[in-house]
């Protein structure tokens, strides 16, 4: 399967449906009245961790998603029926950014489901808009948009442990010898072309993930290699085990390896460099005495723990295992990222934005699909939110509309989802 980690689509929430116009007829029963019933709400995009995916490759296929219309009301007060949620399942780990803004939407990092965009409500029957004045309203309400996004999906492991290091220093090896992960073991460069997740148990109740990072080399941060795509994948770990190849058998010096990936972490996410880093020394069979104890030095120098090991045939590493132990028992637990809040236009902003206004039996109807969005973020049981929604009215220009459509003292003003008495 080929592994990918980003993808783009497109989501559509459903339509709420609209409101009916309908009078009750019965025989013998005069002027019954409106009995228009309400429309269903829009079906909503929900994503849910699936088990049984581990990249985003479906996504590179079907890239535009849509949820279920509401239906529209019906005659005798039957209101239509709500559309169905549309599951898109994504792998652990998913992060969901609106693509326009790079707002976090969700982090796909447990069983919960989430609503990515949410379902139009269903629009009023005209059995909604009877007063003692107004007997027979011959208008509805159309049901609202559904939300609309195009996300940018980005997988990100979840993994206590990352092992770095330049490509061939062993990284796939010691997964294989500390877990049941069994990854493609060669000598040669990049190897592993996925990374690869391990269950490294530590007796009956305690084990921790770890995951082999793999194509990292030098310009790594920028895209060379296959270090840009896999940097991600280090995002969450809690600890980095850096492994080297003590002996230098490709020809480089294993001191300038560690500390180019080590610059290349860096320059991808500064704070990879303020979480623990455990140094695994490799291929200590093909060292001398001499290689060995310079670069244990440096490693003591700079303030490193240091592991001299064989991986291929887990000689070393169990020293090693118990330190990461310990050290995830003082860490708090792997990061999640917390939905961020979409950002509010200041009013100012909203000058210009394009509406309408129109006069059905009395009540002032005023549409835009800007306001949309406003009327999701207005709480009207607060003061200061309620205060904002005033100067919304003022600043687009819809008061002044209003008024020039004829509105009075105490006619109703109605919003979408909301009425309210006008008051100059």
């Not at 829009?42 to 890239?63: C, E, N, Q, W």
């Not at 850096?242 to 560690?258: K, L, N, Q, T, W």
């Not at 050290?327 to 509010?344: K, Q, S």
Request: overall charge negative; hydrophobic content about 35%.
């Amino acid at each position: 399967m080929i592994f990918v980690d980003t993808a783009k689509i497109k989501v559509k929430a459903g339509n709420g449906g609209d409101g009916a116009v309908a009078f009750h007829r019965e025989k013998y029963v005069a002027s019954g009245g409106p009995d228009g019933g309400d429309g269903g709400k829009g079906g909503s995009i929900i994503f849910v961790v699936s088990p049984h995916m581990s990249t985003l490759a479906d996504f590179r296929y079907k890239r535009k998603y849509e949820a279920q219309r509401g239906e529209d009301g019906k005659g005798d007060r039957r209101s239509g029926k709500n559309g169905s949620d549309l599951i898109i399942e994504v792998p652990m780990g998913t992060v969901v950014r609106d693509a326009a803004t790079g707002r976090i939407i969700a982090d796909m990092s447990d069983d919960q489901p989430k609503v990515i965009a949410k379902g139009g409500k269903g629009g009023w029957g005209n059995n909604h808009f009877a007063t003692p004045t107004r007997q027979a309203p011959r208008f509805s309400k159309p049901g609202m948009l559904g939300e609309e996004f195009e996300l940018q999906l980005e997988l990100k492991l979840l993994a206590d442990v990352g092992v770095v290091g330049f490509p061939n220093v062993g990284k796939s090896s010691l997964i294989s010898v500390v877990s049941e992960a069994k990854p493609a073991i060669g000598n040669y460069h990049f190897t592993t072309l996925t990374p690869t997740l391990g269950v490294v148990r530590r007796g009956e109740e305690n084990s921790f993930v770890m995951a082999d990072i793999p194509g990292l080399i030098e310009g790594a941060s920028e895209g060379a290699g296959l270090g840009h795509q896999f940097l991600r994948h280090v995002d969450r770990c809690r600890v980095l085990v850096h492994m080297v190849d003590v002996s230098g058998s490709e020809g480089r010096d294993p001191i300038e390896d560690f500390d180019t990936i080590n610059r290349e972490l860096e320059k991808f996410n500064p704070q990879m460099m303020e979480r623990p880093m455990i140094v695994a020394g490799n291929k200590i069979d093909l060292a001398d005495d001499e290689q060995q104890a310079r670069f244990e030095q440096f490693c003591k120098e700079r303030g490193y723990a240091y592991y001299p090991m064989m991986a291929a045939i887990n000689v070393g590493v169990e020293p090693m295992l118990e330190r990461i132990t310990e050290l995830l028992a003082t860490l708090p637990p792997i990061e999640r990222y917390l939905p961020e809040e979409a950002p509010v236009p200041s009013a100012e902003e909203l000058n210009g934005k394009p509406f309408t206004v129109r006069e059905e039996d009395g009540v002032y109807i005023v549409e835009g699909e800007w306001l949309l969005n406003i009327m999701r973020s207005i709480n009207f049981t607060d003061y200061e939110s309620l205060q904002y929604f005033e100067r919304v009215l003022q600043s687009s220009g819809i008061i002044d509309a209003l008024r020039q459509a004829g509105i009075k003292e105490r006619d109703t003003v109605s919003i979408y989802d909301v009425e309210f008495d006008f008051v100059n």
